[in-house]
């Protein structure tokens, strides 16, 4: 069993209310016909937005795996096999996560932890749902984001005997269906959370209180669950101890940063053909996500400008030789907005009435709260399906601005994330989950809590052995002169 560490670190709590997302009965309509790029059309794998399995709801569809087991929902179980080389392919760059799998599945840590997780169905994810169940953990598992679920991943998740709920294009009532189906199981109850988002945890808070009794602890990873486990615990709401991952460094910096500074090039280009090179961009924003995407831009001949409340990340902006200006000043001229605040209502439709035509819209922050997507649902505005995560929203002047994903994730809606970041914010999610698991009675109290430094360093070192690096070791002088241990960890817990 791994040895729990007994630092305990508490943010500021936070002023704002518990934000719940709302829950819709009616079904929103989808687009059933959607054309396919040329690139998916040669592809020998199954497109996630092929029509053909697109006209049956997979909620109506009775499918069973190879083992004849029906406790999942996907949507077409026999594209398995494809799903299947995709987390082959991705383990080679996810050695740190294999390597930890190696070193726990003979003690099982998580023996006897039921774990139910609503993250990002990708190869990624699988290999973290694999490398838990290693571990000794039985999960169950759903989609937190509507587009962004890689339909063959989890069709091999699922022939693995895992009860799996998400497919790609789901509705806001597929959404909560799924979800529910994790949760509400018959003769089986989570006793560990691990969210991305906050949803799975505000349902479970909404919906199931009585699950609460038996949780040990919810891990999340998202800026507004984060959010959200600070406001309940400001509250007094909090009913459980939390760990929250996305503030640790290794998280912050490279899932945050230099994730974003590739992906969003990526998805900007497979989704709107667009040439970078001389365009007005406008980065709302300037966190590490926008510190990413800010510095691809730029590296590309972009012209960027950057929006930001906070003085300090406003400094920064000006110091890295980007312009810091109000959205309003620049609306009427930029080629491109993107959002990375992680808050709400970031681009409203009086922005949008503003824009010139052809602007691009999209969002790299939190699910689709950025881009006040439905003010342009009204009768005079016209949308036009271009492709898959392409919509043109058409004013009654035949003005049209480009909007990417319906204002959700672009990079892990239109592209996808490189791998190698991705298996550092998994190994981190894994350790959480085992700490939060093992430790004593008392060592963690009903609040919000980062993971220790230890373990953030621990996984920075799993992940230098790609590169065949060589740390240097202090000596017992060196050591005492610093005030730290020869071993780490080498921050203080306030470090970011």
Known sequence: MRKAYSLQIKFPEQTEEFNKRPTKTARRSLSRSISQSSAESHSPVPSDSDSSLDEISPQDKQQKNSKGQTDFCVKDIKQAHFGRREIQIVEQEMGALIALKLRGQGDKPLAGAKIVGC??????????????????????????NIFSTHNAVAAALAEEGFPLFAWKGETEEDFWWCIERCVNVDRWQPNMILDDGGDLTHWIYKKHPEILQNIKGVVEESVNGVHRLYQLSKAGKL???????????????????????????????????????????????????????????KAMGSVVYVTEVDPICALQACMNGLRLVKLSEVIRTVDIIITCTGNKNVVVREHMDRM????????????????????????????????????????????????????????????????????????????????????????????????????????????????????????????KYLGVNKTGPFKPYYYR
């Not at 973290?128 to 937190?144: K, V």
């Not at 035949?398 to 190994?427: D, E, M, Q």
Request: proline letters at 3%.
């Open 119 to 144: 993250t990002h169905i990708t190869a990624q994810t699988a290999v973290l749902i694999e490398t838990l169940s290693a571990l000794g953990a039985e999960c169950r598992w759903a989609a937190c």
């Open 356 to 479: 010139k035509n052809g602007c691009i819209v999209c969002n790299m922050g939190h699910s689709n709260t950025e881009i006040d997507v439905a003010s342009l649902r009204t009768p005079e505005l016209r949308w036009l399906r271009v492709r898959p995560n392409l919509d043109h929203i058409i004013w009654p002047d035949g003005k049209r601005i480009l909007l990417l994903a319906k204002g959700r994730l672009l990079n892990l809606s239109c592209s996808t994330v490189p791998t190698y970041v991705f298996s550092i914010t998994a190994t981190t999610q894994a350790l959480a989950l085992i700490e939060l698991y093992n430790a004593p009675e008392g060592r963690y109290k009903q609040d919000v809590y980062l993971l220790p430094k230890k373990m953030d360093e621990y996984v920075a070192s799993l992940h230098l052995q790609t590169f065949e690096a060589h740390l240097t070791e202090l000596t017992d002088e060196q050591a």
């Open 239 to 297: 009913c459980v101890p939390a760990i929250n991952v996305n503030d640790s460094v290794t998280k912050q910096k490279f899932d945050n940063m230099y994730c974003c500074r590739e992906s969003i090039l990526d998805g900007l280009r497979k989704t709107a053909d667009v040439m970078f090179g001389g365009k007005q961009v406008v980065v709302c924003g300037y966190g590490e996500v926008g510190k990413g995407c800010c510095a691809a831009l």
